[in-house]
């Protein structure tokens, strides 16, 4: 039986957060990606809380292509973390590809200062 595109990747992202856990130390940087968005958020999973979110849909974010927009989302986050003195998190790809936007995301933030 075939997966579709979607089935495959929630059943990646399943057995990825087995393994990946968010404290208030050391947060889940959970990326989720549409089809016109890309939408990341630091969350406590001990507690069961958001404790920051930024998406392209933010006003801070100009036009530009999708890539270049995710790499911004990066360094939004990043300046909320490091501004709330989050340095260390825990990337959740939510069962994405590490390639192209998240990528971008993933590297916009350790360009700003957050390590993983």
Request: charged share 35%; glycine share 6%; hydrophobic share 40%.
């Amino acid at each position: 039986m075939k997966f579709k595109k979607e089935q495959r990747r929630r059943k990646i992202h399943l057995r990825i957060r087995k393994a990946v856990v968010g404290t208030s130390e050391r947060p889940r940087l959970s990326v989720f990606r549409s089809n016109l968005a890309i939408y990341c958020q630091l969350i406590d999973d001990r507690a069961g809380t958001t404790l920051l979110a930024a998406s392209t849909m933010d006003k801070n974010i100009g036009k530009a292509t999708k890539v270049e927009q995710a790499n911004e989302v990066g360094k939004l986050i990043a300046k909320k973390a490091l501004d709330a003195k989050i340095e260390n998190v825990v990337f959740d790809r939510s069962g994405y590809l590490y390639h192209g936007r998240i990528k971008a995301l993933a590297e916009g933030a350790r360009e700003s200062g957050l390590k993983f």
